[in-house]
C-alpha cells in the first residue's frame, strides 16, 4: 500500500505544471486536481465560476426546485421497512425511495441540474457518457425537457447488455455513439466524450455521471 502511494505522489508531482488546483489540491488531495488536454481547462474554469455563481442565485434555484419536484417527483418518502427492522431486531429501518423518481433511479437528480446549468451558461448541446445506461436514460430525458440537442456515448458491449436502456435514450430523442475502442464499456465511452467535447467545448456541455472526473465535477 505504501509502495502504491509514493508511484502515485511520484506521477502527482511530474504533472504538477499542468495541474489546476482550485482549492489546495482539489476536492480529493492526491486524488484531485485536473488532468486534460490543455483546451479543456478553460472549459472547466468556466463551469466552476458558473457553478458557484448559480449555487447562490435565488432564480436559479427555484427553477430548479421546480422541476425537482414537478418532473422528478421529490420529495421522494421514507418507507418503514417493518420486517426487516423486526428480523434484525436492534434498529428501526427505513428506506429512502429514490427508485420512486422519474425513470426509476436516482440519477435524474443529477441530470436536471447539470442541463439547467447547462442552459443558463448559454450551451446548446449536451453530451455525456453511460455504462448500464441509466445516466444515459436520464441525460436524453433532461436534455429533452429544455429542448437541447443530446449525444450519449457508450461502449459497444454495454449496448448489447442495455438494449432497453439504449432504446428509451433514442426515444427521447438521444443519439447513442457506439464506442468500439479499449475495453468497450464505461471507462472507454468517458474517453471518447472527453476527446469528443475538446473540439466543441464552446457550445457543449459535458454531464459527466460518474466519480471519474476533472475537477470541478465528482472525481
Same mark, same amino acid.
Given at each position: 500500500?505504501?509502495k502504491? *502511494?509514493?508511484?502515485?505522489? +511520484?506521477? !502527482?508531482?511530474?504533472? %504538477?505544471?499542468?495541474?489546476?488546483?482550485?482549492?489546495?489540491?482539489? @476536492?480529493?488531495?492526491?486524488?484531485?486536481?485536473?488532468?486534460?488536454?490543455?483546451?479543456?481547462?478553460?472549459?472547466?474554469? *468556466? #463551469?466552476?465560476? !458558473?457553478y458557484f455563481?448559480?449555487?447562490? /442565485?435565488? *432564480?436559479?434555484?427555484? =427553477?430548479?426546485?421546480?422541476?425537482?419536484? !414537478?418532473?422528478?417527483? %421529490?420529495?421522494?418518502?421514507?418507507?418503514?421497512?417493518? %420486517?426487516?427492522?423486526? %428480523?434484525?431486531?436492534?434498529? $428501526?429501518?427505513?428506506?429512502?425511495?429514490?427508485?420512486?423518481?422519474?425513470?426509476?433511479a436516482?440519477?435524474?437528480?443529477?441530470?436536471?441540474?447539470?442541463?439547467? #446549468?447547462?442552459?443558463?451558461?448559454?450551451?446548446?448541446?449536451?453530451? &455525456?457518457?453511460t455504462?448500464?445506461?441509466?445516466?444515459?436514460?436520464?441525460? &436524453?430525458?433532461?436534455?429533452?425537457?429544455? !429542448?437541447?440537442?443530446?449525444?450519449?456515448?457508450?461502449?459497444?458491449? /454495454?449496448? +448489447?447488455?442495455?438494449?432497453?436502456?439504449?432504446?428509451?435514450?433514442?426515444l427521447?430523442?438521444?443519439?447513442?455513439?457506439?464506442?468500439?475502442?479499449?475495453?468497450?464499456?464505461?471507462?472507454?465511452?468517458?474517453? =471518447?466524450?472527453? $476527446?469528443?467535447?475538446?473540439?466543441?467545448?464552446? /457550445?457543449? @456541455?459535458?454531464?459527466?455521471?460518474?466519480?471519474?472526473?476533472?475537477?470541478?465535477?465528482?472525481?
Amino acid at each position: 500500500m505504501k509502495k502504491d *502511494e509514493k508511484k502515485l505522489k +511520484k506521477a !502527482n508531482s511530474s504533472f %504538477r505544471g499542468k495541474e489546476y488546483q482550485s482549492y489546495g489540491n482539489g @476536492y480529493f488531495g492526491t486524488f484531485g486536481g485536473i488532468y486534460v488536454p490543455e483546451i479543456l481547462v478553460s472549459a472547466l474554469k *468556466e #463551469l466552476e465560476k !458558473n457553478y458557484f455563481k448559480y449555487k447562490k /442565485d435565488k *432564480e436559479f434555484k427555484e =427553477e430548479l426546485s421546480f422541476y425537482l419536484k !414537478n418532473y422528478v417527483g %421529490r420529495p421522494t418518502p421514507l418507507y418503514y421497512a417493518e %420486517r426487516l427492522s423486526k %428480523r434484525l431486531g436492534r434498529a $428501526r429501518i427505513y428506506l429512502k425511495r429514490e427508485d420512486l423518481c422519474h425513470l426509476g433511479a436516482h440519477k435524474i437528480n443529477n441530470t436536471v441540474g447539470q442541463v439547467l #446549468l447547462a442552459r443558463k451558461m448559454g450551451k446548446k448541446f449536451i453530451i &455525456a457518457e453511460t455504462g448500464a445506461g441509466q445516466h444515459g436514460v436520464a441525460t &436524453a430525458a433532461a436534455a429533452a425537457l429544455f !429542448n437541447m440537442k443530446c449525444k450519449v456515448f457508450m461502449g459497444s458491449k /454495454d449496448i +448489447k447488455r442495455q438494449s432497453s436502456n439504449v432504446y428509451r435514450m433514442r426515444l427521447m430523442g438521444a443519439e447513442v455513439i457506439e464506442v468500439s475502442s479499449g475495453s468497450k464499456t464505461l471507462k472507454d465511452a468517458v474517453n =471518447e466524450a472527453l $476527446r469528443y467535447w475538446v473540439s466543441r467545448v464552446d /457550445d457543449t @456541455y459535458y454531464v459527466l455521471g460518474s466519480v471519474v472526473g476533472p475537477h470541478p465535477y465528482p472525481t
